[in-house]
């Protein structure tokens, strides 16, 4: 099992920036890539970015140019850098470990993020 758990949400002002941490802990060689999703209310949990174990990374159209996802392998945390803040960027963030074998992943509590016009 792989625990996850999310930190640094909060409430920022439109362009304002965010930094969220999801430290990983227990059976890590399970995971070969790291991400994040986010959660609005009313609306389905969508993709935001992910990062491999090798370093590649891929982002959602609309955040690419304003998010920046990076990992720190020594401390297997995985960081999300969200600049230029949006009022449709407003969700409960949620880390993912995705499994080496695939399967559902495992999953972080999820951390709110909101922005105010």
């Known amino acids: 099992q792989v625990q996850l758990v999310e930190s640094g949400g909060g409430s920022v002002q439109a362009g304002g920036s965010l930094r969220l941490s999801c430290a990983a802990s227990g059976s890590i060689f399970d995971i070969n890539a790291m991400g994040w999703y986010r959660q609005a209310p009313g609306k389905q949990r969508e993709f935001v970015a992910s990062i491999r174990n090798g370093g590649s990374t891929n982002y959602a159209e609309s955040v690419k140019g304003r998010f920046t996802i990076s990992r720190d392998n020594a401390q297997n945390t995985v960081f999300l850098q969200m600049n230029s803040l949006k009022p449709e960027d407003t969700a409960v963030y949620y880390c993912?470990?995705?499994?080496?074998?695939?399967?559902?992943?495992?999953w972080g509590q999820g951390t709110q993020v909101t922005v105010s016009s």
């Open positions: 993912k470990g995705f499994q080496i074998l695939g399967g559902n992943g495992y």
